[in-house]
């Protein structure tokens, strides 16, 4: 999602060293508190195109009139939703609270927007079999582990090496959402192709260090603690690039993992050969595994662990498949008499109505 502001054009607004010297310390207040690199990102496009819309002036010297006029304008003129609102809250509270350690009374009275409760997407076996028959190679690979662990996207392409336990079927997670490590189920049936993709990537970092290249990205202070451990195989990312990028945080050219926005598209059109017509993302994989996980009588606890979840009653909303769902109860209709006899009459009116539709196309056509 893109949120840079329609006019980049700052210097005719405002004092662009001062703008420089502000986005500099967000920056480094981000990095201080280690977050992730696409919160940076959209904190920081959030603050530009604050200061854009309150006609470049330096943020110190708006009140919350300000910040809640900008708000109502993303609502109501811009449509965005209540969680993208919400996002650029959140930043322009990290602006003035940690940034410009301002925490004046009026930011106690900014509600937040009210997110709507939604049920999440599940496929069913059939669905997910379907989907999975219409990809491929390494996307295939992601796709079914994030179905077969209940990893988040970003989780399964930060996999490293060393992580992947063949001996105890366990994928171990570092610094999940939260910045919480976890255990999840290695799918015994992704155990070889799994293995073969970690070969690949063995080969893949050896010609990387012998073309004085090889090492990977080190979480926080890691790199300077174990100065080899970045060239290791282990340290590896498991689905590692097939090309080697800049990083964009130190500007030293590396391997990096996969890009999740390759297999969105692989998923995309997955979806389409396959023909389904649900709305589905990788986290949808994830809402399915733990929906199956809990037909097949799965302690919640058990599924909260493998989740992740830091509480359980974000984990019962997949509940919906089980007997306090509306998954487990019989309809009234299905209770009734009558209604095999009726759904045969309704087959028919169906076929009768699609022939004469077909017919009247094929008229209107040749007229």
């Not at 919480?180 to 993709?197: G, I, W």
Request: hydrophobic fraction near 40%; include cysteine.
């Amino acid at each position: 999602m893109n949120y840079e502001p329609e006019n980049r054009d700052v210097k005719k607004r405002g004092d662009q060293w001062e703008l420089s010297a502000l986005i500099a310390a967000i920056r480094a207040k981000l990095r201080v508190k280690h977050y992730s690199l696409r919160t940076e990102q959209a904190y920081i496009s959030w603050a530009r195109r604050f200061i854009v819309a309150s006609g470049g002036r330096h943020p110190r010297h708006l009140d919350g009139a300000a910040v809640e006029s900008f708000l109502s304008r993303l609502a109501n003129e811009s449509d965005v939703s209540a969680g993208t609102q919400n996002q650029a809250l959140s930043a322009l509270l990290f602006l003035y609270r940690e940034v410009l350690g301002t925490d004046l009374p009026w930011m106690q009275g900014i509600v937040r927007a009210k997110r709507a409760r939604r049920v999440p997407t599940v496929l069913s076996h059939d669905e997910v079999r379907r989907l999975l028959a219409m990809m491929n190679g390494q996307a295939w690979l992601i796709a079914s582990l994030l179905y077969g662990s209940g990893m988040r996207i970003m989780e399964c392409l930060r996999l490293r090496v060393k992580d992947v336990d063949f001996a105890r079927n366990e994928i171990t997670i570092r610094e999940g959402k939260g910045g919480k490590d976890r255990r999840t189920v290695l799918p015994r049936a992704l155990v070889e192709p799994l293995q073969r993709e970690i070969e690949r990537t063995r080969m893949m970092h050896a010609i990387d260090v012998a073309a004085g290249y090889g090492a990977v990205w080190m979480p926080h202070a890691l790199a300077r603690k174990y100065p080899n451990a970045a060239q290791e195989p282990g340290w590896q990312y498991v689905f590692a690039a097939a090309r080697r990028s800049l990083d964009p945080r130190t500007g030293i050219t590396r391997r990096h993992h996969v890009d999740d926005a390759v297999v969105a598209r692989a998923l995309k059109t997955a979806r389409e050969r396959a023909g389904l017509t649900k709305q589905l993302s990788a986290h949808t994989l994830r809402h399915s595994f733990a929906t199956h996980l809990l037909e097949s009588g799965a302690d919640i606890r058990t599924v909260q662990e493998l989740l992740g979840h830091k509480d359980v009653s974000t984990t019962q909303i997949y509940t919906h498949v089980l007997n306090r769902g509306p998954g487990g109860v019989l309809s009234p209709l299905d209770r009734s008499g009558g209604v095999s006899e009726l759904r045969a009459d309704y087959a028919v009116f169906v076929q009768h109505r699609l022939l004469v539709e077909t017919l009247a196309i094929a008229r209107d056509d040749v007229a």
